[in-house]
């Protein structure tokens, strides 16, 4: 959705397919402001786009742009980081790399992955007891921190 939302200033037909799909499937979008939002503004509000500020609570789980400081007090979900997983093969030569965008979950913080060809990602160093979930190849496998 960002690069959408990036580029309507300068192109206000490019948000027409996004708009056209929240009005066809009568989807809610929220955005939690963040890091990007300097540049990229508010959406058109035609879009019907509710804008929060990071804080914001939906059943009890409070809602972030990057992971709030410290251990947050109760459930959060948050993005920002771009969570990734590197995998490597067993075999005697040693298979080559694979990385992939994951799901990182702890006591009280998830942490969603980033999808798309410009948003990079960052290769996370799990703790014991946290979980993590690769996504690829239409299919999300739960990995096991070695």
């Excluded at 959406?43 to 019907?48: A, D, T, W």
Aim: glycine content about 16%; proline content about 9%.
């Amino acid at each position: 959705v960002l690069p959408r939302l990036a580029a309507h200033r300068r192109r206000p037909h490019a948000l027409g397919e996004q708009g056209e799909r929240e009005r066809r499937h009568r989807l809610g979008l929220t955005l939690v402001r963040g890091n990007h939002d300097r540049w990229a503004q508010d959406p058109p509000r035609e879009l019907g786009i509710e804008v929060v500020e990071p804080g914001w609570t939906l059943g009890g789980i409070s809602m972030h742009h990057e992971p709030p400081e410290g251990e947050p007090a109760g459930p959060s979900l948050c993005g920002h980081i771009h969570p990734a997983v590197s995998l490597r093969g067993r075999g005697k030569r040693g298979a080559g790399g694979v990385r992939a965008a994951c799901f990182w979950f702890s006591d009280q913080l998830g942490v969603l992955p980033a999808f798309g060809s410009f948003t990079g990602c960052a290769t996370v160093r799990p703790r014991e007891g946290d979980h993590l979930f690769a996504v690829g190849d239409g299919a999300i496998v739960e990995i096991k921190p070695a």
